[in-house]
């Protein structure tokens, strides 16, 4: 949805006598504009390999395993909820079907979770103008422009949930002088700023991983 909105500015005049507001009638105008879009559909369908609660447990009792990634995945990646094949199980041209083996263990119980990709994004823009005719050879054009736009990153895991979001900004202005029948000025003068951030994970709290600081 949005709308736009347009017409001569009115102005407080300050004095005594005349009237109490200069009005902008063929000299000042302004043009507003707003615009707002949202998709928010049916994703694709995508999937991945993942233990089982009981191959993550085994997994969990091998030497050398961090017990805080063992944590991580259990808070925030969803198992698989039956066994669907061991871990070094292969097809028929010898290729791993699961991960293969994990710090040279096989017997590992895994699975494939399947999973929606999300699909949705939103956009929300402005312009604002004005210009200004200060008489018949020379004509003023001011222009702001603003755009925010967001999009659903596809991930797998929910932990990993992020977005993508650009924005930009704008401003220019126009000087318009006549200087002859056969001769135009046009001065122009524009500033933009614009921005990609893409994958801003919506919880950064899970990735605070711990440090070890070494003093020399």
């Not at 447990?57 to 198992?79: D, E, T, Y």
């Not at 056969?182 to 801003?200: C, H, P, W």
Request: aromatic share 14%.
């Amino acid at each position: 949805y949005g709308g736009t909105v347009g017409g001569p500015i009115i102005l407080p005049r300050f004095g005594e006598g005349g009237p109490a507001t200069y009005s902008g009638k063929d000299h000042l105008f302004f043009f507003f504009a707003y615009q707002k879009t949202s998709f928010d559909g049916e994703g694709g369908n995508s999937g991945y390999t993942a233990p089982t609660a009981a191959g993550l447990a085994k997994i969990a009792a091998l030497p050398g395993v961090s017990p805080f990634v063992i944590n991580l995945v259990q808070q925030s990646m969803p198992l698989a909820s039956a066994k669907g094949f061991d871990n070094c199980d292969t097809d028929d041209d010898g290729n791993f079907i699961g991960t293969g083996p994990i710090l040279g263990v096989c017997g590992i119980d895994q699975g494939t979770v399947n999973a929606v990709l999300p699909n949705a994004n939103a956009t929300k823009s402005y312009q604002f103008n004005v210009d200004a005719i200060a008489n018949a050879k020379n004509q003023l054009r001011f222009r702001y422009y603003w755009y925010n736009y967001s999009s659903a990153d596809g991930v797998l895991v929910p932990l990993f949930a992020s977005d993508t979001s650009q924005q930009q900004r704008s401003f220019s202005a126009n000087w318009i002088s006549n200087l002859s029948p056969r001769m135009v000025n046009d001065f122009r003068f524009g500033y933009i700023k614009s921005s990609t951030l893409f994958n801003q994970l919506h919880d950064q709290s899970q990735f605070n991983f711990p440090t070890l600081d070494l003093d020399a």
